[in-house]
């Protein structure tokens, strides 16, 4: 989903992505219950847990070059987990930024959610073959 807005109390930047990867949620869970981790994946936000739904993912509040929050939320789906991923927050800048360079930002933090997504995958699928059932199963 791409939502860019600029509306006064609305958060400028509003990502939403969906990854499937073959392993359970504990497992992807596990990937993300290391507060150290959340600096690989987000080097510029300061994160802090305002819920820890276990299994079913965290959500926090978001600090640093964006204000707002950010949740991964991993949904039992077949032989593996859904990995839902939103953000809404808005830059933490000294002025407004214009459309394009919200457009920007935007692109940035897709193709980043993205990358995070798919190496997770790549990471705990394990060279598990396309069409294959996963090692848990």
């Given amino acids: 989903m791409h939502a860019v ?24 869970a596990a990937a993300f219950a290391d507060p150290r981790s ?19 993912g965290l959500r926090w509040t978001v600090r640093g070059a964006l204000v707002g929050t950010m949740e991964v939320w991993l949904e039992p789906v077949l032989d593996g987990t859904l990995l839902h991923y939103f953000l809404r927050a808005s830059p933490a800048t000294a002025r407004p930024l214009k459309a394009r360079e919200l457009s920007r ?4 933090r897709a193709r980043a959610a993205k990358a995070i997504a798919l190496g997770l995958k790549r990471q705990l699928e394990d060279g598990r073959p396309p069409g294959e059932p996963p090692a848990h199963a």
């Fill in 5 to 28: 807005s600029g509306s006064v109390g609305q958060p400028a930047l509003d990502l939403v992505d969906e990854t499937f990867l073959a392993v359970p949620p504990s497992t992807v």
């Fill in 105 to 108: 930002e935007f692109d940035r």
């Fill in 38 to 56: 959340w600096a690989l994946y987000w080097p510029d936000l300061v994160l802090e847990v305002y819920t820890d739904r276990g299994e079913k």
